[in-house]
């Protein structure tokens, strides 16, 4: 178990060594500023028009949190996707292509432990971008409207509205943010999937973009109402879930359960296609 | 003792094209082995092989007694190797490449690690980010690499490739140092005819995925006695020398078998009115085997 961690701190230690890595999060923090700064320019109005149509007061529910979890939501949708494509659509094409593979796989490892080792860091890294988003987001909510307040949670994706006071909405924006980094771990998956053949890293980061785009698309045109459950980002949306007055925990594990078997499916099958694979130049 | 056994080898790519055709051969405890072939022979595809890299049609290599189809983990626990071009990863330190292939090794020894990177020269580079690196020092630190943790067995793809002349002179004298005091058993694989002849015991000669010779090294031969004989009539010389059991090529190089005598063979030529103008010792070139080999097939 040591050499197991030993190996993925190898693994870590190359992805936190690139500067690219690091270009995703100061990306983010700079598109979460722009954000931010339209908030404040331009208010939120249609958060506003839902707090006041519910008949609360806008005042209190325009807090540090509510800001947040908007700048969040639009960052992760506009960004999100992208740089978890990048990263682990490079993560076996790219060392592939470069020929470190050759040099990693001249030791005395087997090809399911160097992958798992590198599945392990591109769906951390997914986890620990959400969180750095979700946290940077707070910090500058705090900035614009300082500590207290409500918080105001909708997911329309999931047709959750919900009003807390400051306490226990933490309490929620804290669960969700670690539950949202869970669902994007598929995105990570799926461009992992693609990575595991030979193929550009680039036709696997847009490979993975594209399916959760057009999923995404599918997903709210209304032609697939009654095959939703086929689409994976009706699984990754129940995350919003968590942010619900009740939470419905039987349809939260039901939606995670379809989230890790798909994700343990494509590591399955990126697997198998890696390891039928000759690695020669 | 045969360290590195290759067995039977077939491979044919999905292209149809053939790579390997029932390919073996034996790798010697302590003896340099050279792979010698023309660029696309399949060299590097038994490389490939014997790090599991590359699936075999049919066959197998053994490591140690250990087939690498069968424990692939175990027989690579034994073998060290630079396998193509070796590409760092050029953001992270030359120490910092070494600690993340040595823990897919199971194993980190920070004074051997020293040991090693000072044995190569890289001392005073190690802590520098290995983009800064020379294509030379990059050599250096993929044959440290290789000899962590202290393998039984070298594999070398062609490890002087693009290499300047005294780059090529440092990296032969490190391998030929490590054979000498180690007792390393090392597999090159190149398509240089003067770094086989300068550094390996034997050759294995493949030519479009065929082995078509396995033998010493001719610069390395002790047991072949080779003459180069001048004479105005060779058709009547080499009558002779079949007559005498020797055989003679057109360039009248002539191979005396281990049962005759060198001078024998002269006084066959001249009772049988051979005008011998010369008739001297010739050493053999690798160069000359390997055009022979090839001019043949």
Redesign the interface.
């Known amino acids: 178990m040591i050499l197991f961690f030993q190996q993925w701190y190898g693994e870590l230690l190359k992805l936190f060594a690139r500067r690219r890595t690091y270009i995703g999060f100061g990306a983010f923090v700079a598109l979460e500023i722009v954000i931010l700064l339209l908030i404040k320019k331009f208010g939120m109005g249609p958060i506003q028009k839902a707090i006041v149509g519910s008949g609360e007061s806008f005042e209190y529910y325009f807090s540090a949190l509510t800001v947040a979890s908007t700048v969040m939501g639009f960052s992760v949708f506009l960004l999100g996707a992208l740089f978890l494509s990048l990263v682990a659509g490079d993560i076996v094409a790219k060392e592939g292509e470069d020929g470190h593979m050759r040099l990693l796989l001249a030791r005395p490892v087997s090809r399911f432990r160097l992958l798992l080792l590198k599945y392990l860091t591109c769906t951390g890294y997914a986890f620990f971008l959400i969180q750095f988003l979700a946290w940077t987001s707070f910090l500058l909510g705090l900035v614009l409207r300082g500590w207290g307040g409500g918080y105001f949670a909708i997911v329309p994706e999931v047709s959750v509205v919900a009003f807390y006071d400051w306490g226990p909405g933490l309490q929620r924006y804290a669960c969700s943010s670690l539950a949202l980094g869970l669902s994007m771990t598929t995105v990570s998956s799926i461009a992992f999937f693609l990575s595991c053949f030979r193929i550009k890293p680039a036709a696997a980061t847009i490979g993975a973009l594209t399916y959760i785009l057009v999923d995404f698309i599918l997903r709210n045109s209304g032609f697939m109402d009654s095959y939703q459950h086929f689409l994976v980002t009706k699984h990754m949306a129940n995350w919003g879930r968590i942010l619900a007055e009740t939470i419905d925990w039987p349809l939260v594990w039901r939606g995670y359960a379809v989230v890790f078997g798909v994700n343990l499916t494509l590591f399955t099958l990126g697997y198998a296609v890696f390891e039928s694979r000759d690695l020669k130049s | 003792m045969a360290l590195l056994e290759v067995r039977h080898l077939t491979k044919r790519w999905p292209t149809g094209r053939m790579a390997l055709d029932d390919v073996s051969f034996e790798v010697q405890q302590g003896e340099i082995l050279g792979l010698l072939g023309h660029n696309g022979a399949g060299k590097?595809?038994i490389m490939?092989i014997t790090?599991?890299?590359?699936?075999p049609d049919t066959g197998e290599v053994r490591i140690g007694g250990r087939s690498v189809q069968k424990d692939?983990?175990?027989?690579?626990?034994q073998?060290?190797?630079?396998?193509?071009?070796?590409?760092?990863?050029d953001?992270?330190s030359g120490w910092?490449n070494l600690?993340?292939?040595c823990?897919?090794?199971?194993w980190?020894d920070e004074a051997e690690v020293k040991r090693v990177v000072q044995m190569v020269n890289l001392s005073r580079a190690i802590h520098q980010k290995t983009a800064t690196y020379s294509h030379g020092m990059r050599q250096r630190l993929a044959l440290a690499?290789?000899l962590l943790p202290q393998p039984k067995i070298l594999?070398l793809d062609e490890p002087t490739d693009g290499l300047d002349p005294e780059g090529i002179r440092e990296f032969r004298e490190l391998i030929l140092h490590l054979r000498q005091h180690q007792g390393m058993t090392i597999m090159l694989n190149s398509h240089l005819l003067g770094e086989i002849e300068q550094m390996c015991d034997r050759c294995v000669i493949i030519k479009d995925g065929k082995k078509v010779f396995a033998g010493p090294v001719p610069s390395q031969e002790k047991t072949r006695r080779i003459f180069q004989l001048e004479t105005s009539d060779i058709g009547l010389a080499r009558e002779v020398l079949d007559r005498a059991g020797a055989t003679m090529d057109k360039h009248g190089i002539v191979e005396v078998p281990l049962n005759m005598e060198p001078h024998d063979l002269v006084a066959a030529l001249v009772h049988g009115n051979v005008q011998v103008s010369a008739w001297q010792p010739h050493r053999r070139t690798l160069e000359e085997l390997y055009m022979g080999l090839s001019s043949k097939s």
Do not use: C
Not at chain 2, 72 to 77: I, K, S, T, V, W
Not at chain 2, 79 to 89: H, K, P, W
């Open positions: 590097s595809t490939g790090l599991g890299m590359v699936r692939r983990g175990g027989a690579l626990q073998i060290g190797a630079i396998y193509e071009a070796a590409v760092f990863y953001y992270l910092q600690r993340v292939l823990s897919l090794s199971g980190w690499q290789a594999l």
